[in-house]
């Protein structure tokens, strides 16, 4: 049988499949990985390739040799069960609450600062999150800042866990557009953490060596340009 193949994306533009990477390296699984370009044009005929195994098209995909897995959630949760449950709390009900905080992200987060990609985390220049998006970002330190007062850190739910990588791409994202976390401390002292990581360190320090993916409604809304001339806060 071949060795487990882990399909991913370009580093500074897949974040699902960074999601996955993560999950399964923490797991301790042993797999290939082969990154597939997903910049355009090239992306189109990349993916149609992938779409000759996997229904939807898409990366990340892990094929373990017997079994084609073309989800990331699926692929984090089957890394949770290589490694017998170690990246998911032992009690129930957190272990519902990590998985709750999980589908949150699956399912678009709301859609939260949507105008800033992941793609924009990795560029030279990056403007200030506007005052609509920092509104959103607060019902999420929210979350974050009650995770971690109730299951006493260092992490989301204790020892890191499917939730904390789930949630590392936005974390990114976040850090990068120098969300103002000064309401929240403890959110702020683990997205620090977490950007340490070392294997979501060593997933940024090649993407940050990439070309960048550049996209044109970066920009903020009109209605949303006196946030430009506010001062950038440090996370």
């Not at 699984?29 to 597939?36: L, S």
């Not at 998985?99 to 859609?111: C, D, E, F, K």
């Not at 793609?119 to 509104?135: K, V």
């Not at 360190?201 to 430009?228: N, S, T």
Request: proline fraction near 8%; charge should be negative; aromatic fraction near 10%.
């Amino acid at each position: 049988m071949n060795r487990p193949t882990l399909y991913t994306g370009t580093r500074n533009a897949s974040s699902w499949a960074m999601r996955a990477w993560l999950a399964l390296k923490a797991s301790g699984y042993d797999f290939e990985e082969e990154t597939v370009d997903i910049r355009r044009p090239q992306r189109f005929r990349n993916l149609a390739r992938i779409g000759r195994f996997s229904p939807p098209a898409a990366v990340p995909v892990l094929d373990t040799g017997r079994t084609v897995i073309y989800d990331s959630n699926a692929i984090m949760e089957f890394a949770n069960d290589v490694c017998d449950g170690r990246l998911l709390p032992h009690d129930i009900e957190a272990r519902a609450a990590a998985r709750a905080l999980v589908a949150w992200q699956h399912a678009g987060l709301s859609s939260l600062c949507h105008r800033i990609s992941f793609e924009s985390a990795f560029y030279p220049i990056r403007r200030p999150l506007t005052a609509t998006e920092q509104g959103e970002c607060g019902r999420l330190f929210h979350c974050y800042e009650t995770a971690l007062h109730r299951y006493g850190g260092p992490y989301l739910f204790g020892d890191p866990s499917l939730a904390d990588f789930m949630h590392a791409p936005t974390v990114v994202r976040l850090a990068r557009h120098a969300a103002d976390t000064s309401a929240w401390p403890t959110t702020a002292d683990w997205m620090r953490r977490l950007l340490i990581h070392p294997l979501v360190a060593e997933w940024l320090e090649q993407a940050d060596r990439l070309p960048h993916i550049w996209y044109d409604d970066y920009l903020p809304v009109p209605g949303d340009c006196a946030a430009l001339l506010e001062p950038q806060a440090t996370p």
